[in-house]
C-alpha cells in the first residue's frame, strides 16, 4: 500500500499507483492460482495415500494373526509337542450368547491337558508339553476371534496360542508355528495338512470323544514305513516316545497303540521296528491282516488316529 | 500279501475317506483282490473273516515257553521283564504246550485248503496276549523261526484281551492264565488254562485230535451237583430217571459243534476214513447206564462224535496216553494232573461245581 502525499507528487503518485496496483493485482492473480493449485493437489495426493494406506492395513488384517493367550503360561516352541487344534472341533457354534458349545476335541484337549499336569508334577522344569494352538480356517470363524478367545477363558484351557486365519493360508500358519501334528473334524484340510508333511489326524470318524483319564494315540503301522522318510514324522514320533517315556509302563497318562490292518506279521514287525528306531515304543499293538477295524477301534477308543487312507 | 509301494487302488481308498467303518473295509478287500489279480499269483493265503473261520486265541505262554521271562517278571517287575526281552529278541522262544495242537491245526488248513480253496470255513490262529507291543518282535522272530502261520495279532499292553476276544470271534481261548479262562467262560467264550507236561508224547502232525471229557465240559455239571451233593448211588438214579432228557450244554460244547461242521466238509469228499479231525469223548461215565444219557444229549445236537470211551471211574490218564489228542480238555485237575503225568496235553476248564472242590483240595 502506497501511501500518498503531494498533488504533484500524488499525480505522480497516481500514475506510479495505477501502475503498482495493476502489477499488485497480477502478483495477487498469480499468488491465488498457484495457492488454489497447491492446495486441489495436496488434497488429491492425501486422499491418494490415505486410500494406500487403508489398502495395505485392510491387507494385513487379511493374514493370519497369531495371538497368545496371556491367560496360559508359554511353553519352550523348541522343546514341546505343537499341537493345532482346528477351532471348530474344540467350540461349536452357539446361536446365542457369548459362550461356544463344546465340540467333540474337548476331551481331547482335556487329556492333553491332563498329560501335561502328569509332566509337571513330576517334573516343574519339564519342557515337552504339549503346546495347544487353536486355528480358525475360515473366514466366518476368523470373525468370531473375540468370542473364541472367552469361550476358551470360560472353559479354562489350555491353548497358549490363537491363529486366527481365513483360511486362505493356515497351512502356512501351521508351518511358521512349527505345528508337530494338527487335529480337525474336516477330511479336506486333514488331507492337505498331511500333503504339506504334517502328521494330522480326522476327528470324530473314527476317533473317541468320551471323556476319557488316558489321553490314547493310534498309529495305522501300513503308513509308517513310507511315512518313516519325512523327518516330520520322525520327529513327531521320538518327541510322543520321549513323552511316553516320562511315564512308567502301567498307569500312564498317555498310551500309544500301533495297528496294521493290511498284509501279515513281516509288516507288522517292520512297522514295531521302525518306530522303534525313531524312539517310540508303543504298548498296545494289533495285527489284523484283514479282518474288520470297526471292532478292534471299539476298544481301542483312540482320541488321535494318524495314517489309515488319509494321506 | 505282496505290498506294493506305488498302487493304483490307493487313490479309490482316499476318495472315500469320509465314508463309514464297514464301506472302507469292504474297500479294503476290493483292494486286497484287485492287487491279486494284477499280480496274476497269490503269494500268501488270503486270511479268512473271523467270524466264517474257527477262530483259535491263544497265548503266548501256552504257544511258547516262557518260563525264563516270567521269572524275570515275578522277580525284578515289568519294565525289566520289557528290557530283557527286547534284549534277547532274535532268541526264539521254545515251544509250548499249545504248539502242537497249532501244528495240527495247520495241517488240516492246507487239506480243507486243496479241497475248497475258496472257502473261508478254515481254523484262524490269533495271538491273543496281555504283552505290551515292545515283546512283538521277538513273538514274530520266533514264529519265523518255527515256521507257524500266524498272521493276526492282539498285543493288549496290559488291557484285558476279552473285549478283543468277542471282536476276533473267538472259538476258543487258550492261555495260561485261570482268571482270563474263568472271565472268558463267563462271557460266554469256551476257554481253558494249559499247562507244560513234564514229558510230552509224540502226538500226529497230520490229524488233530481233540479229546473231551463229558460233565462240565461238553454238557453241564448238574449231574455232577448230585454226585457231590448224593454221591454215587444217588447219581446213578438220577442219570437213569432223566434218561430222555437231555443234559444241557456245556462251555465246550459250541468248539465240539465248530469241529464237527469241518468234518462234515472232508465227508463231504469222501474222505471219512481219512479225516484229518478226530474227537473223542473220555468220561468217567459208565457205557451201560449213566453213558446213554450222554450218547442221547449228542444225538440229539446232532453231534457226532469220533470215538466215546466210557471209563466208568477207571483213570483216564492210560486211555489218553493210547489215544495221544493234540489236546484233552476236563473240569477237574486231578483228571489234568493224571493226563499231563502220562505226557498227555490238558487243558483245565474251570467251570462248575468242580472248581470249589478243587479249590478246597488246593488250600490242604
Known amino acids: 500500500m502506497l501511501l500518498s502525499s503531494t498533488n504533484q507528487e500524488e499525480e505522480d503518485d497516481e500514475v506510479a499507483s495505477k501502475g503498482g496496483s495493476e502489477l499488485f493485482a497480477v502478483r495477487r492473480a498469480t499468488f491465488l492460482t498457484i495457492f488454489l493449485f497447491s492446495s486441489v493437489t495436496a488434497v488429491t495426493f492425501r486422499v491418494f495415500f490415505t486410500r494406500l494406506r487403508r489398502q495395505r492395513v485392510d491387507r494385513e488384517a487379511e493374514m493370519v494373526s497369531t495371538v497368545a493367550n496371556v491367560d496360559v503360561k508359554q511353553k519352550d516352541a523348541d522343546h514341546a509337542l505343537v499341537v493345532a487344534i482346528s477351532c471348530s472341533a474344540v467350540l461349536e457354534d452357539a446361536d446365542d450368547g457369548d459362550v461356544h458349545r463344546v465340540g467333540v476335541a474337548f476331551p481331547l484337549l482335556q487329556a492333553l491337558q491332563s498329560v501335561n499336569r502328569h509332566l509337571v508334577e513330576a517334573n516343574s522344569s519339564e519342557s515337552l508339553l504339549f503346546d495347544v494352538l487353536l486355528i480358525t480356517t475360515d473366514e466366518r470363524r476368523q470373525r468370531q476371534s473375540a468370542r473364541i478367545v472367552s469361550s476358551t477363558k470360560h472353559y479354562g484351557l489350555e491353548v497358549s496360542r490363537f491363529c486366527f486365519s481365513d483360511g486362505e493360508d493356515f497351512v502356512e500358519s501351521l508351518l511358521e508355528n512349527q505345528v508337530q501334528l494338527f487335529l480337525s473334524t474336516e477330511p479336506e484340510e486333514v488331507a492337505l495338512v498331511w500333503q504339506r508333511g504334517v502328521p494330522s489326524s480326522l476327528l470324530g470318524h473314527q476317533t473317541w470323544s468320551s471323556p476319557s483319564e488316558q489321553l490314547r494315540v493310534l498309529l495305522c503301522g501300513d503308513d509308517v514305513i513310507a511315512a518313516a522318510a519325512a523327518e516330520s514324522a520322525q520327529r513327531f514320533w521320538s518327541q510322543l516316545g520321549a513323552m511316553r517315556r516320562r511315564f512308567g509302563v502301567l498307569g500312564s497318562p498317555v498310551s500309544v497303540a500301533v495297528m496294521t490292518a493290511h498284509g501279515g506279521r513281516r509288516g507288522f514287525a517292520d512297522a514295531l521296528a521302525t518306530l522303534r528306531s525313531c524312539g517310540l515304543n508303543a504298548d498296545e499293538a494289533h495285527c489284523l491282516a484283514g479282518a474288520p477295524r470297526g471292532p478292534i477301534l471299539e476298544l481301542l477308543r483312540p482320541h488321535v488316529l494318524l495314517g489309515g487312507g488319509l494321506r | ?364
Open chain 2, 1 to 364: 500279501m505282496v505290498k506294493m509301494s506305488v498302487e493304483p487302488v490307493k487313490v479309490k481308498e482316499l476318495q472315500i475317506c469320509a465314508s463309514s467303518n464297514g464301506e472302507k473295509g469292504d474297500s479294503w478287500e476290493e483292494a486286497d483282490e484287485l492287487q491279486q489279480d494284477r499280480l496274476g499269483l497269490i503269494a500268501e493265503p488270503k486270511q479268512p473273516k473271523p467270524e466264517n473261520a474257527v477262530t483259535i486265541a491263544v497265548s503266548t505262554r501256552v504257544l511258547f515257553r516262557t518260563e525264563r521271562e516270567q521269572k524275570v517278571f515275578e522277580r525284578h517287575g515289568v519294565e525289566e521283564y520289557l528290557r530283557y526281552q527286547i534284549e534277547h529278541e532274535n532268541e526264539p522262544f521254545a515251544p509250548g504246550p499249545a504248539f502242537p495242537f497249532v501244528k495240527a491245526l495247520e495241517a488240516v488248513n492246507s487239506r480243507l485248503r486243496q479241497l475248497y480253496p475258496q472257502s473261508e470255513e478254515l481254523f484262524d490262529i490269533v495271538l491273543v496276549t496281555y504283552n505290551h507291543a515292545h515283546v512283538g518282535v521277538r513273538l514274530i522272530n520266533t514264529i519265523n523261526h518255527h515256521n507257524l502261520f500266524i498272521e493276526r495279532f492282539c498285543m493288549t499292553g496290559g488291557s484285558s484281551p476279552i473285549g478283543y476276544l468277542k471282536a476276533w470271534h473267538t472259538n476258543l481261548y487258550l492261555s495260561a492264565d485261570a482268571e482270563k479262562v474263568r472271565e472268558a467262560l463267563a462271557e460266554g467264550i469256551a476257554a481253558a488254562t494249559m499247562f507244560m507236561p513234564e514229558k510230552q508224547t509224540e502226538v500226529s502232525a497230520s490229524q488233530l485230535r481233540v479229546a473231551f471229557d463229558g460233565d462240565a465240559v461238553l454238557f453241564s455239571d448238574e449231574s455232577e451237583r448230585i454226585f457231590k451233593a448224593h454221591g454215587l448211588d444217588r447219581f446213578f438214579e438220577h442219570e437213569r430217571e432223566n434218561e430222555d432228557t437231555l443234559l444241557d450244554h456245556g462251555p465246550l460244547k459250541g468248539f465240539l459243534e465248530a469241529l464237527g461242521k469241518l468234518q462234515k466238509k472232508f465227508y463231504a469228499k469222501g474222505q471219512r476214513l481219512d479225516c484229518p479231525i478226530r474227537t473223542y469223548l473220555v468220561t468217567a461215565r459208565s457205557a451201560a447206564s449213566s453213558g446213554i444219557r450222554a450218547l442221547k444229549t449228542l444225538r440229539a445236537w446232532g453231534l457226532e462224535i469220533d470215538e466215546a470211551l466210557f471209563l466208568a471211574g477207571a483213570p483216564k490218564g492210560p486211555m489218553l496216553e493210547k489215544i495221544r489228542p493234540h489236546i484233552y480238555f476236563d473240569d477237574q485237575m486231578f483228571h489234568v494232573e493224571g493226563a499231563a503225568e502220562m505226557g498227555t496235553v490238558a487243558a483245565h476248564v474251570p467251570y462248575g461245581v468242580a472248581q470249589k472242590r478243587d479249590a478246597r483240595q488246593a488250600g490242604k
